[in-house]
């Protein structure tokens, strides 16, 4: 089953270790959640694998034409990008890098579609670039909640000072932190 709320996490370098930072510290969400980190084909089961030893949610390689549902982790796979069809189900997407990257978290915030009824956050953790930034402007301007991990405890600050920038994120908090946060906003704890 799906209730509707997602959120999205865009990360690059420094990402693995906040990952399970993070992970190590949700419970299961009322929300599916999609991880779209800056990686290559064939580390990125690796990284799934990995994820799921600290998550209490499964954590799979996402597939195309899959449905979300509540509860459950999405990692991007290395090497296209990741789309929402109607905030449900993803697909898989070849095509031009975006910010330099495949997978982009942009293209997948920027998927989302508005909806009254449903809880989106917006999540960037540390790397260099800008991806994500217009992502998060993005969900912000259809109705979502922003988070950007802070200047100490990103690896790279360059992901998150570009979010932030954007004048869109709504908090901005260590990776050890987020977890209580997330599961309020979309837990309603």
Not at 13 to 26: D, E, H, M, Q, V
Not at 144 to 157: H, K, L, N, P
Request: proline content about 5%; aromatic content about 4%; charged content about 20%.
């Amino acid at each position: 089953m799906f209730n509707g709320n997602i959120v999205v996490i865009g990360v690059s370098t420094g990402g693995p270790i906040t990952l399970k930072t993070l992970f190590s510290t949700l419970p299961r969400l009322e929300a599916a959640v999609i991880v779209v980190l800056h990686i290559q084909p064939g580390m990125d089961e690796r990284v799934a694998l990995s994820l799921a030893k600290v998550s209490v949610m499964p954590v799979n390689l996402a597939k195309d034409g899959e449905y979300l549902r509540t509860g459950h982790v999405y990692l991007a796979p290395g090497g296209c990008h990741l789309a929402l069809e109607g905030n449900r189900r993803i697909m898989l997407v070849s095509g031009p890098r975006v910010n330099y990257v495949q997978p982009s978290a942009d293209v997948t915030m920027k998927s989302l579609q508005r909806s009254r009824s449903n809880v989106f956050v917006g999540i960037v953790l540390t790397g260099m670039g800008n991806d994500g930034a217009e992502g998060i402007r993005h969900i912000k301007s259809i109705g979502g909640i922003t988070i950007a991990q802070d200047r100490e405890t990103s690896s790279v600050y360059g992901m998150p000072r570009s979010a932030i920038a954007t004048g869109a994120v709504d908090y901005v908090l260590p990776d050890v932190k987020m977890g209580k946060l997330i599961e309020r906003l979309v837990n309603g704890e």
